[in-house]
């Protein structure tokens, strides 16, 4: 991809689900695409000088939401890059319209049983302690579905390899710059 391509010119932001692969298919978009790539719970974590996990333990989770919100309105004033976010964080409002303004969301959708199957074998999810995966992520799709549908780009992932998303989201982007031209 050459360096100035109508594709790279807007930061791209995942959304989606745990588990959906936002931050693995991100990176392999980001290289694809010749942009950085932005993981925002990791800056998230540096930003607090902890993990996802003890922010939730000691300051509880609207605490983490608000430092969600800081942490994604600055990383959407940075130069384009592909943004990956955590589940939660298109859910938010005010996030969902600042990246509406500020970057082209990217819904990364899977199967909810897949999903489940890959976030048991990681424990590094608070929201998911001592849950059933399948009975959480089938609440948040209840309660986060409708925000996501309002997202520029859907995708179906699923069981397939991450290069087959990204592939997709290319050819998504590359059909919406064409429109828009
Ligand atoms: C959350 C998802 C996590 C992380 C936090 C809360 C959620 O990110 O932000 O544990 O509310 O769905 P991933 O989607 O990257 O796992």
Redesign the pocket.
Known sequence: MPAFSPLNRKTIALIG???VG??SIGRRLASALAMPFTDA?AEIEAAAGRS?TDIFEEFGEAAFRAG?RRVIARLLEAPPHVL?T????FDDEETRRLIADKAISVWLKADLAVLAKRVGRRDT???LAGKDPLAVLEA?AQARYESFAGADIIIETGETAHSVAVDAIIKALAARAAAQA
């Open positions: 689900l745990m588990g936002k931050s719970d996802i969600e990956a955590g589940g939660g964080a999810r608070p929201l948040q």
